[in-house]
């Protein structure tokens, strides 16, 4: 059986795995990174997406073994200081809905807004077309993107101007 090293949301881990055992499998059943949702295993629905090395991946189409000597992001990672921007935007801005696409949609927007930090809307579906939302919710998503790509440009010290 391979041993891998992973780093998961800043702790370590080394463990013994089968060779096919899938990232998403690994995170949840070993870890207890139950954030990361299996839903469709088939990579269409992008529910179990994480960064792998800064890069979101679909973790139901990554071996465990693939993640070897690799960092991992999950979205119990993302808030581990206090909600992230875009966690804190999709829920003012009620792009949660049934909450169960919500970490990979967070975890592929957080990958589009390093890549681009002012997405247009257009750009915004363009980047989460691998991300599906059971409850047809994406008007909301996109706004809550939005919110939050103009949340992270922002200087943490500028105070927010009331409207």
Sequence with gaps: MPRIRVEVDGATYEDDVEPRLLLVH???ERLGKVGTPVGCDT???GACT???DGLSVK???VLAVQADGRDVTTIEGLGAG???PLQRAFH???GLQCGFCTPGM???ALDLLRENPDPSDEEIREGLEGNLCRCTGYQNIVRSVRRAAGDMR???QEPEVAS
Excluded: D, Q
């Design 92 to 94: 003012e801005e009620h």
């Design 154 to 156: 922002r200087p943490a």
């Design 82 to 84: 206090g909600p992230h």
């Design 106 to 108: 967070i975890m592929s």
């Design 59 to 61: 973790s139901c189409s």
């Design 43 to 45: 990579t269409n629905c």
């Design 50 to 52: 994480v960064l792998l």
């Design 26 to 28: 690994y995170l949840r």
